[in-house]
């Protein structure tokens, strides 16, 4: 079987780091361009690229796969994965549109039963259950209980196509995005697999139409709303850790909050209020008369820390006010 991989961050590189292990033709892969990336900037390779790279194989980074927007360059790579003679693609959190045409270049596994089984995806979530960009954030800012993986069959539709393989996981009370994407990209990559070794015994199941849909995170949703329950904002903070972050504004300097949890006592003071700063954590005021436990922060230009290193060097004010 040869196999086209296309993917580009951490989730993406288990996978394609068992392909390997497990001694998969991987022909070639796709990943995004470098992009810069730490405080000097300098142009980083995807996680997926560098383990290609050391692999010895073939990697591509093209801006898009439209022929309409990349002209030749897209034509000519069409061309040279035609001649590859690839079965499969295998897709996850690659990160362009792949257009129905592309879809079309590999031969197919199972041609008799399932013709067009041509490329599968990855998926981060228990479809049809976040379909879209953010499916792992999105999960636990809306306080979901569990999440998994699903494989599914592409098609020309947005995380639409018959599901092949779901596994469950849940999710601990504790999980920032980032932990969550570490399971969830170990269990994908397993389950990738376990697939790949017997397809026959995972035959494609239609999704039901009503799904709900994982948009990607806007820089505008990260400032937090004090108005919001001290639930809501905690799982958000967790849900957009570490990328992009939570930010409220101190003293007219913006703070990232990094980590924070719901308390059990209540307060009548304005949402937003700081009631306590100490060492065991910056209390806040929340809407619904619930409090906020934040225990890790961080400046401009400064490191994440706890809340103990953050106000030895940076005192907050008892019954200032978050905005």
Not at 55 to 72: A, D, M, Q
Not at 291 to 303: A, I
């Amino acid at each position: 079987m040869r196999i086209l991989f296309a993917g580009t961050p951490f989730f993406a590189a288990e996978a394609l780091e068992s392909l390997i292990k497990e001694h998969f033709d991987v022909a070639m892969v796709l990943s995004q361009p470098d992009r810069p990336a730490g405080r000097g900037r300098k142009l980083k390779s995807s996680e997926v690229k560098e383990i290609a790279l050391r692999h010895g194989i073939p990697v591509e980074t093209p801006l898009t796969l439209r022929k309409s927007k990349g002209g030749e360059a897209v034509e000519k790579l069409y061309e040279r994965l035609r001649s590859l003679q690839i079965d499969l693609f295998v897709v996850a959190a690659y990160g362009l549109i792949l257009p129905e045409e592309f879809l079309e270049i590999p031969k197919g596994i199972l041609h008799d039963k399932y013709p067009s089984l041509k490329a599968i995806n990855i998926h981060g979530s228990l479809l049809p259950r976040w379909r879209g960009a953010a499916p792992i954030a999105r999960a636990i800012e809306a306080g979901d209980s569990k999440t998994g993986i699903t494989l599914m069959q592409m098609d020309a539709g947005l995380d639409t196509g018959p599901m092949l393989f779901k596994k469950e996981l849940p999710i601990e009370p504790s999980d920032t995005a980032g932990e969550l994407t570490q399971k969830l990209a170990r269990l994908g990559a397993r389950m990738l697999i376990e697939y790949l070794k017997n397809p026959e015994d995972f035959p494609p199941q239609n999704q039901p139409a009503d799904g709900t849909y994982a948009k990607k995170i806007t820089k505008e949703e990260t400032k937090i709303d004090w108005t919001a329950s001290a639930k809501t904002i905690a799982n958000k903070i967790k849900a957009f850790n570490p990328v992009p972050g939570c930010v409220a504004v101190y003293e007219e300097e913006s703070l990232k909050i990094w980590m924070a949890q719901e308390c059990e006592v209540q307060t009548q003071e304005k949402p937003g209020t700081i009631l306590t700063a100490d060492a065991s954590g910056l209390y806040i005021a929340c809407g619904q008369s619930s409090v906020l436990k934040v225990t890790e922060l961080q400046k401009p230009g400064g490191r994440r820390l706890a809340i103990k290193e953050f106000l030895l060097g940076h005192p907050i004010e008892r019954g200032q006010q978050l905005q």
